[in-house]
T-cell receptor, first 110, second 115 residues
Framework: QQPVQSPQAVILREGEDAVINCSSS?????VHWYRQKHGEAPVFLMI?????EQKGHDKISASFNEKKQQSSLYLTASQLSYSGTYFC???????????FGQGTRLTINP | DTGVSQDPRHKITKRGQNVTFRCDPI?????LYWYRQTLGQGPEFLTY????????KSRLLSDRFSAERPKGSFSTLEIQRTEQGDSAMYLC?????????????FGQGTRLTVV
């Protein structure tokens, strides 16, 4: 039931782009993306609801492919502040809880 | 709105002792979750409250774990007869609506070390 994230880790130079994927074997109602820095709480980024909508703010956006039960998080022109571990949390309809993936560690170097 | 508050931030206890953690959600949030996170892993669901009602409890949670949310405000998580495997970060999150289509905000967590 746990979603699978890929890649597990990625290292970029400042200004490069990254894509983080989240796949589930279950039919999803929503996907939530969080970023967590070491020793801190996960910080909410965005929600994507069933319907395939794409969302974004600043240079971070995400999509949700309902047919494939996949979501992707896009980080463009990465900044040093984007470093951290990104988690997707998935909701199966009616479950009233999020099941999180194992995380993708993103490192941005100057 | 000061965010989700958890207390204590750190707890070291001897194996076999009982511990209790507190979570104060964002005011007027009726959803409250407890998650557990170990190093290098994503948060793992423990239990969920909607107002004062505990609606779901993970099957992974042994009988040594209990959670309450009296009056639908703050919540407590108690672990009895702690074991070394209980060492983890315990995270609390709260959300405004009763449905999952709105964001949930996490507290800073309580780091438990069982020695």
């Amino acid at each position: 039931q746990q979603p699978v994230q890929s890649p597990q880790a990625v290292i970029l130079r400042e200004g490069e782009d990254a894509v983080i994927n989240c796949s589930s074997s279950k039919a999803l109602y929503s996907v939530h993306w969080y970023r967590q820095k070491h020793g801190e709480a996960p910080v909410f980024l965005m929600i994507l609801l069933k319907g395939g909508e794409q969302k974004g703010h600043d240079k971070i956006s995400a999509s949700f492919n309902e047919k494939k039960q996949q979501s992707s998080l896009y980080l463009t022109a990465s900044q040093l502040s984007y470093s951290g571990t990104y988690f997707c949390g998935t909701e199966i309809q009616g479950a009233q809880k999020l099941v999180f993936g194992q995380g993708t560690r993103l490192t941005i170097n100057p | 709105d000061t965010g989700v508050s958890q207390d204590p931030r750190h707890k070291i206890t001897k194996r076999g002792q009982n511990v209790t953690f507190r979570c104060d959600p964002i005011s007027e949030h009726n959803r409250l979750y407890w998650y557990r996170q170990t190093l290098g892993q994503g948060p793992e669901f423990l239990t969920y409250f909607q107002n004062e009602a505990q609606l779901e409890k993970s099957r992974l949670l042994s009988d040594r774990f209990s959670a309450e949310r009296p009056k639908g405000s703050f919540s407590t998580l108690e672990i009895q007869r702690t074991e070394q495997g209980d060492s983890a970060m315990y995270l609390c999150a709260s959300g405004r609506e009763s449905a999952m289509n709105t964001e949930a905000f996490f507290g800073q967590g309580t780091r438990l070390t069982v020695v």
